[in-house]
């Protein structure tokens, strides 16, 4: 004789309403997850190519045999660099990540512009209550 299957409990069931809402709570919890990471990477990339603009800068700076050693000295870096970090490093890149650097030698002062060119966090939360408001109307539309 076969055992009886239990019977399915309707408390295991997610009630539709219920459960919509908590899917639509972690769509918009990963979505902003996800923005302030991001954000947060965004702002570590500005942060180590100015790093290494000023590092080169300061390097340069350094005395007239550092002058002469300069012409070579980003196609070096940029060999040496790519070898151990890869892509991002060529002679080009570093040429402009010492423009950067020289453009901003004032940290606050950069710190300052990245504020102008990234998102407030108004307007993050703005933009995260237009993207709710959507999900919640597509889920009504699919539950009608």
Known sequence: MKPKRPAKSKALQPAAPRFDGLLCGLREFIAESRRQVLRAVDVVQVRTCWGVGRHIVEFEQGGAARAEYGAKLLPLLAEKLTEEFGRGFDASNLRYMRLFYMAFPN???????????????????????REQRALEARAKKTSS
Do not use: F, Q
């Open 107 to 129: 940290c606050d002062a950069l710190r300052h512009e990245l504020k102008l060119v990234l998102p407030s966090e108004e307007e993050l939360r703005r933009e995260l209550i």
